[in-house]
């Protein structure tokens, strides 16, 4: 059954070239001509469409800077500062919404968010977003879910940490709340990740399991994981972007830049072209190499009566004589005319 479907005017589904997504997140660094020069250079990039998130430190924390409010995991990126703090580094002004969708679509490239809250999701709806992102660490919010599957548009939930009872409840309440067209993203919630910490192995059996479009929202360095995830299956590629990792910013670490990007869409879609189907004898583009095949030989000047042996006849190309499985049976058997060497060796001649 196709699970193929449109968002804006990208058909997502196997059939297609995979859909790439960069995501700005907060490297903007908090200045709105440096996230509209994200959207253009994403655009430049080849990239389908561009991600932003959609929040306020006060709809995700408090404002608090102690116990687990505070960051203190030495391996975080973040360690030492607040969750608040955090967000209020990281999140993109809602005034700075609308420039941005209106920059994406002046250059072609489609623009959405992942929203937070219910707040977020109604203010999204006012900028008629034509889908939503659910991100991991939301992923468990059926709340949150069933608000946004209620608008009736694609949903797009990444799947970092879920269990599979977990997943399976996120699924049934986006469908119960009127969730038709969903992508689930194969996820690994570190920054970055691994390519051994990212199982795509996952991502055939997530579409096994749900019946919905996948994915995966890589956040390993490079682009070699996401190609490998189209080779099994993976529609869609989230992807963070900057303009340059030197100039820092909450999510840079791991972030692509815009050669990397560009590198990525080609790329990802080479191996989407490579699937092709399952495929034996040659194609029609391989028909005229053929003849570079090995054939049976004559290899030296021969009379009529001579006899066929290992010393006048040879497999070698091109291909224009018998097949050389026969060359067992023509040993041992007379000529009935004079041949010259570098004659195809064929059932006429014997």
């Given amino acids: 059954m196709s699970t193929e479907f449109k968002i804006a005017d990208k058909l997502i589904g196997r059939d297609h070239p995979p859909f790439v997504i960069a995501e700005m997140s907060g490297n903007h660094n908090q200045s709105l001509a440096r996230a509209l020069e994200i959207v253009e250079a994403a655009a430049k990039s080849g990239a389908h469409a561009l991600k932003i998130q959609t929040y306020t430190p006060d709809t995700m924390t408090l404002d608090l800077d102690e116990r687990e409010f505070h960051i203190s995991d030495p391996d975080s ?22 420039p941005i969708f209106d920059r994406a679509r002046e250059l072609g490239i489609i623009a959405f968010s992942t929203p937070f809250d219910d707040t977020a999701v109604d203010f999204l709806e006012s900028l008629d977003v034509p889908c939503y992102k659910i991100a991991s660490f939301e992923n468990t919010d059926l709340p949150l879910i069933r608000r946004v599957a209620a608008t009736g548009k694609p949903l797009i939930i990444s799947t970092g ?9 996120t ?11 969903l992508i689930l993203l194969k996820c690994t919630s570190t920054y970055p990740a691994t390519p051994k910490n990212t199982n ?5 059996h997530l579409r096994e399991l749900f019946g919905c479009e996948v994915g995966l929202s ?4 490079g682009i070699g994981v996401s190609v490998a995830s189209v080779a099994l299956g993976a529609t869609v590629i989230e992807k963070h972007f900057t303009l340059n990792r030197a100039d820092g910013g909450v999510d840079s670490t791991f972030s692509m830049e815009p050669a990397e990007m560009a590198q990525l869409v080609l790329e990802t879609e080479r191996a989407w072209q490579a699937l092709g189907q399952v495929s034996y004898g040659p194609t029609e583009k391989e028909q005229k190499s053929i003849v570079f095949r090995r054939s049976l030989y004559v290899v030296k000047d021969l009379k009529a009566g001579d006899a066929l042996t290992t010393e006048n006849v040879r497999a070698i190309r091109p291909g224009f004589g018998l097949p050389t499985k026969y060359l067992e049976q023509v040993l041992g058997k ?17």
């Avoid at 699924?171 to 067209?181: H, I, N, Q, T, W």
């Fill in 77 to 98: 990126l973040w360690a030492g500062t607040s969750l608040y703090k955090l967000y209020g580094e990281a999140y993109t002004p809602w005034e700075w919404h609308k």
């Fill in 161 to 169: 940490m879920a269990s599979v009872a977990e997943l399976d409840e």
């Fill in 171 to 181: 699924v049934r309440a986006a469908r119960e709340a009127g969730c038709k067209d």
């Fill in 200 to 204: 795509l192995m996952t991502i055939p």
């Fill in 218 to 221: 890589d956040h390993t360095m």
């Fill in 334 to 350: 007379t000529l009935k005319q004079d041949v010259r060497r570098g004659t195809a060796l064929g059932w006429e001649l014997i």
